[in-house]
Structures are given as C-alpha cells and as structure tokens.
C-alpha cells in the first residue's frame, strides 16, 4: 500500500474524495511501527465536522501515536490520514514560551494578518477562555489552570477545523480539571471544531464526547455513542461507563491494578487523595 500523508500545512485540500458533507478526519489502514514494534496496526478512523470524540486505551496502546500522526508530527508508516481543515493541538503540558508574554504566544499561532490585528485576536480569545486580566503577564505567573487556558488559547485562535487534545487536564487537580470541562465544553459549543481529544478516564469521556472510542492491539476495538448535546439519563451513562471499563479490562470490585486504574478511570490519583 503507498504510503501518503496529506497534512493541511501542506496541501491545499478539499474535503476527502471533494465531497461537501465528507468528514473532517479520515482514516485509512494506518499502521505505525517503531522497528519491529507495531503501535497502530491497519487503523480506520473517520470524524465528522463539528464531532467530539474521545480516545481511550490502555497505556501504550498507541493513542498520542495516533493524535501526532493527525498532527503531523510523526510520519505514516502505512495507509493515509486526510484531513480537512487546519489542525491545532493542545498537549498536557501547557508548552508556552517563557520569553514572551501570554498574548503573544497565542498570537504565534496566527501565521496572517498584521502584528497588530493577530495581537488583537490574540487578546479576544485570551478574554473567550477567561484570561483577559492576563494578556501582557509572563507565562511563569500563571498557576496551571491558567496556563492550560492559554494553550487552549493558542490552539483555538486560528479557528481550526480540528482539534487534538492530548490529555490536556490530566495535570490539573480535579475541580480545576471541572472548570476546564466545563470551559470546552462551551468553546466547542461556540466554535464547533472537530475535536479528537485522548483521555484515560472515563468520566471525563462520557461528559465531553459525541463518541467515544477505544484504541487496543493497533485498531479501534469498541465504539459508543454519547451524543454529548442530549440530557444525560444517569441510569444510561452508569450502563455505558461500566461498558467502557470492562472494555478496557478494568472490573470494579475486583482487586484493582493500581496502574491500569490510575491509567484508565477518574478514580482520584494517590497525590490527588493525599491533598
Ligand atoms: N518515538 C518512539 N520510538 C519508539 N517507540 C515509541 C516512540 N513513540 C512511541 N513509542 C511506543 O509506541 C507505543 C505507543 O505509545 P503512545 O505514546 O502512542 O501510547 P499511549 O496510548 O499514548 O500511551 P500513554 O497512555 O501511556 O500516554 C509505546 O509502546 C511507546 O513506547
């Protein structure tokens, strides 16, 4: 199988097959290897304009391979991945620029326009996500909520038509982790960019994601519909959050593996328990 990436810097796509309703993502027979280590193994993946999906997997299951593969950040070894639109990612660590100040690293993101007008959609977005009294501070006085709004900032303020969010709160501590639901919840709402967002806890799938899916042996393994836009019924989400444990081999009750949970439910972290 030729190997092709078509990544938005470079090309000038329409959507995939130049089909108007086609997805923004789509995935065919991906595989990555690492030598003989095979990561992604034959992986189809299609995500709609304006859906929120969430990707969980056990720890080394290949799920930040996948999201910098859709990145542009590491190379196809096998298959194709077309996107259309413009890609932005937002990692776990805020990675802001200490010598500039925080409207200006969300500026950096802006590749047109004048200083001045990519400052000033820099300063509206800063406001959007709750740091308008934080536009000219350096990134080191920012506590890590605040720096996460920023990163946030800076993947939102070019308008992407997809958005990759690898484990951006899984850092915070868990009401600030609350906020920032909360906060993406409503920038998606506002903005509506595809969003592949990787996670290992369950919880936080079933309250952002449309869809949710489960990356195992290289492939996607399982698949659930959320439909974050609906009243939730509790009973409903209950059945679906043990489904998704199970899938994940995760039985609560059963004498936990310490690292799989840490790794794989919202369960609070040793640190967390211990503050
Ligand atoms: N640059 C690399 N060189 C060699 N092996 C790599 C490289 N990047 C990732 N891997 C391997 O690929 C596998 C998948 O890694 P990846 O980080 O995608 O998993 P993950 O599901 O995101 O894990 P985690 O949940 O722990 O973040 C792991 O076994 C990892 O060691």
Redesign the pocket.
């Known amino acids: 199988m030729a190997t092709r990436l078509i990544h938005p810097a470079t090309t000038d796509l329409a959507r995939p097959d130049g089909d108007p309703s086609g997805p923004t993502v789509r995935v065919r027979g991906l595989r990555r290897a ?1 030598g003989d ?1 095979v ?1 992604l193994d034959d992986l189809d993946l299609d995500i709609a304009p304006g859906e929120l999906v969430a990707l969980l ?1 056990r ?7 996948l999201l910098r593969t859709l990145a542009g950040l590491d190379p196809v070894t096998e298959g194709t991945a077309e996107i259309d639109g413009t890609v932005s990612v937002a990692f776990q660590e805020p990675r802001l620029f200490p010598w500039r100040r925080v409207a200006d690293n969300v500026a950096l993101a802006l590749r047109s326009g004048s200083r001045a007008s990519r400052r000033q959609r820099a300063r509206e977005t800063l406001d959007e996500v709750g740091l308008g009294d934080k536009h000219d501070v350096w990134p080191v006085t920012l506590s890590g909520g605040q720096a996460q709004r920023a990163s946030l900032a800076r993947a939102l303020v070019s308008a992407p038509g997809l958005l990759l969010l690898d484990e951006p709160f899984s850092a915070l501590d868990a009401l600030t982790r609350i906020e920032m639901h909360d906060l993406v919840l409503a920038l998606w709402r506002e903005h509506r960019p595809a969003v592949l967002l ?1 996670t ?1 806890d369950v919880d936080e799938t079933l309250k952002l994601a449309d869809r949710v899916l489960v990356v195992d042996g290289g492939r996607i393994r399982h698949e659930s519909r959320v439909d974050v836009d609906r009243p939730r019924d509790p009973a409903a989400l209950h059945e679906l959050r043990t489904e998704l444990l199970a899938v994940l081999g995760v039985h609560e009750g059963a004498e936990p593996d310490p690292a799989a949970l840490d ?1 794989t439910t919202s369960r609070p972290r040793p640190q967390e328990r211990a503050s």
């Open positions: 690492f280590h990561v997997g720890s080394g299951s290949g799920k930040s391979t990787v290992h790794r």
